[in-house]
């Protein structure tokens, strides 16, 4: 694989018992969670052709307009995914089809260091709840631990295809599901692991909820489990008329936790307690306007979903370009904001109603969720954006696209 030039910053389980966690114990702060992991008993275990004379392919196209701050431009092949590091938002991990990940500054798109040793396309990449380490995961299951401040790996291990990779929120213990349905967990900087057996399907989608304790998981065959990570147990199965009728794509849960809204590609969003595992309330734009058809579902993928932390309003996008407002107490449609063309990801700013999108024409949007209107578009990749972020204060949008490059953009609101 060839190395990029150097000027290429544009500036413009098992069955033992996990000893972790006093499920009863609601006053416990992140600090003490991170305490609690101490003690957990784990088991052993090309760059593209140049044009010719001038003439552009599709895919080659030049971008019209570039609204971006900073191009970081390392990546020979599709940039794939895209994080921040929690700490200070300062530091970017950015992994791609050139089999690597880079952490690099986003202020000036210098690399801090390169996650080399990968054999398969860098799909999963993030950072650690203190931002001390950096995992960078492939497709093949090739997961590799990096030390920041030393920019050495410290760990590597190697699971089943890699369907995604998540850090818990208040530990150094890092969470993996895989397409032979298993999720994988392992404590930093020792490897120790625990699984937790999934319904010999792919484990499509994960998350781990805020008080550390419990994870939902969903799974490709359209059900949903809802994990007790002490004692590797499930608390909820969640199936049938209430599950989903096809692979999870997306799931999020509210801030404190207590809900989790789950996207698949039967079209539909579904509202959960978490609390009792009972469903309560299912989203989808066909059944919103009395239109729901399989076809029309087959045809309409949920991508991503998300709540607003300000307002009670759950975001749901759709493959074919729809994002939906819902009114989380009604469950009744609020707004359809209509993109040109299908919506990879979403993101709601951390302390307002704007939620902020990406789109497989390479745009990043900001909407306002209070009355439906589009309140700026960025634009710069030529070729879709495949993940995106924002950073705490919704000041910029670090996207990644399938043009080779990452970009920095700078959101300017007339309310900042």
């Known amino acids: 694989m060839e190395n990029p030039g ?15 966690i006093d499920l009863n114990d609601t006053e416990q702060t992140p600090d003490d969670l991170a305490d609690d992991f101490e003690d957990v008993e784990f088991a052993d275990a090309e760059n593209q052709d140049q044009d010719d004379e001038g003439w552009e392919t599709e895919d080659e196209m030049e971008a019209e307009q570039d609204d971006s701050e900073l191009t970081f431009s390392k990546h020979t092949g599709s940039v794939f995914c ?7 938002n300062n530091l970017a991990v950015t992994g791609g089809e ?25 799909t999963c990449a993030g950072f650690s709840y203190d931002s001390k380490l950096v995992s960078s995961g492939d497709m093949s299951g090739l997961i590799k631990v990096w030390k920041v401040e030393t920019k050495e790996e410290i760990w590597s291990f190697e699971v089943g295809d890699l369907e995604w990779l998540q ?29 937790f057996p999934g319904p010999n399907c792919q484990a ?87 239109k729901n058809t399989a076809d029309q579902q087959d045809s309409n993928s949920v991508e ?64 306002d969720a209070r009355s439906g209107n589009m309140v700026s578009e960025y634009r710069g990749h030529s070729a879709e954006i495949l993940d995106f972020v924002l950073n705490r204060e919704g000041s910029i949008a670090v996207t990644a696209g399938g043009d080779h490059k990452a970009k920095v953009f700078c959101l300017q609101r007339p309310d900042r």
């Open 6 to 20: 150097e000027d290429s910053v544009e500036l413009h389980g098992d069955e033992e018992i996990i000893e972790v």
């Open 82 to 88: 895209i994080s921040l590091d929690p700490v200070t």
């Open 98 to 122: 050139d089999d690597k990940a880079y952490v690099w500054s986003v202020a000036d798109g210098e690399v801090l260091f390169e996650c080399t040793g990968h054999k398969d396309s860098v």
């Open 167 to 195: 850090w818990h929120p208040a530990a150094p213990v890092l969470l993996a599901g895989t397409a032979d349905g298993n999720v994988w967990m392992w404590k930093m900087p020792s490897g120790e692991c625990k699984t």
């Open 204 to 290: 499509t989608s994960g998350k781990i909820l805020p008080d550390g304790k419990r994870m939902m998981v969903g799974y490709e065959d359209g059900t949903l489990r809802l994990w007790d990570l002490k004692l590797g147990q499930i608390i909820h199965l969640i199936k049938g008329h209430d599950g989903h009728q096809g692979p999870l794509t997306s799931m999020e849960c509210s801030k404190d936790g207590n809900l989790v809204l789950t996207g698949s590609v039967d079209g539909e969003a579904k509202l959960i307690n978490t609390a009792t595992g009972k469903v309560l309330g299912s989203f989808s734009v066909e059944n919103s306007e009395a």
């Open 304 to 367: 991503s979903v998300g709540f607003c932390n300000v307002l009670p309003l759950v975001a749901v996008a759709y493959l074919d370009g729809t994002l939906a407002v819902y009114d989380l107490g009604t469950q009744s449609l609020r707004h359809r904001c209509k993109h040109e063309v299908g919506i990879v990801h979403l993101q709601w700013e951390e302390e307002s109603a704007v939620v902020a999108t990406c789109n497989l024409g390479g745009a990043v949007t900001l909407w």
